[in-house]
């Protein structure tokens, strides 16, 4: 079974960093695409970005630019996003996702659990 | 980048019957379009790849339709199970892999 395990909820103050994770398995982890997708509470969903295991390429949204980062260690078959200094703005649910296709990005197939991050003073 | 805009907002429909949701692209995305369903304290789950491709373990019920920038899924009778949020996104055009906003699926 293909599962997407995400780390657990978080709670910073603006200007802290931080590193979630997820951990993939059930299928060949440089096989696929792997990324992100956030929902803030109230608003839908907004698609943030993905890499590819096997090469570390990176497809990112405009959200995704300067202080957050999408990276993945292959030896452990886990993505991460990572914020250099969060803003209250980055509050918000935060979906590990597996997309169809390689060359040619498809659609979201797995979802992880979800991470809360909360940022507030 | 590719707007897509759903439609209703809110969709009101009874046990039983036909639900029609829309999704609308600012430009082509060919079929390169997915529908999800999303309900609260879950994560979403993929109904509808390649516009009319039931994912995996979906009920016949669900239907997609549509190509270029006119889309539509179609739940033919529903079931209590299926009230709940509908995204549409597109995985044509990047950046992004833009979703719509989203359509409430309520019980009448």
């Known amino acids: 079974e293909v599962q997407l395990v995400q780390s657990g909820a978080e709670l910073k103050k603006p200007g802290e960093s931080l590193k979630i994770s997820c951990q993939a398995s059930g299928y060949t982890f440089t096989s696929s695409w792997i990324g992100w997708v956030r929902q803030v509470p109230g608003k839908g969903l907004e698609w943030l970005g993905i890499i590819y295991p096997a090469d570390s390429g990176i497809k990112h949204g405009p959200s995704l630019q300067g202080r957050v980062t999408i990276s993945a260690d292959k030896s452990t078959s886990t993505a991460y996003l990572h914020w250099s200094s969060l803003e209250a703005s980055d509050s918000g649910i935060y979906y590990c996702?597996?997309?169809?296709?390689?060359?040619?990005?498809?659609?979201?197939?797995?979802w992880g659990g979800g991470t809360t991050v909360t940022v507030s003073s | 980048e590719i707007v897509m805009t759903q439609s209703p907002a809110t969709l009101s429909v009874s046990p039983g019957e036909r639900a029609t949701l829309s999704c609308r692209a600012s430009?082509?995305?060919?079929?390169?379009l997915a529908w999800y369903q999303h309900k609260p304290g879950q994560a979403p789950r993929l109904l509808i790849y390649g516009a009319s491709t039931r994912a995996t373990g979906i009920p016949a019920r669900f239907s997609g339709s549509g190509s270029g920038t006119e889309f539509t899924l179609t739940i033919s009778s529903l079931q209590s199970e299926d009230f709940a949020l509908y995204y549409c996104?597109?995985?044509?055009?990047?950046?992004?892999?833009?979703f719509g906003q989203g359509t409430k699926l309520e019980i009448k």
């Open positions: 430009q082509s995305v060919g079929i390169n």
């Open positions: 996702v597996r997309h169809l296709g390689r060359i040619q990005v498809g659609a979201i197939d797995v």
């Open positions: 996104q597109q995985y044509n055009n990047w950046p992004p892999y833009n």
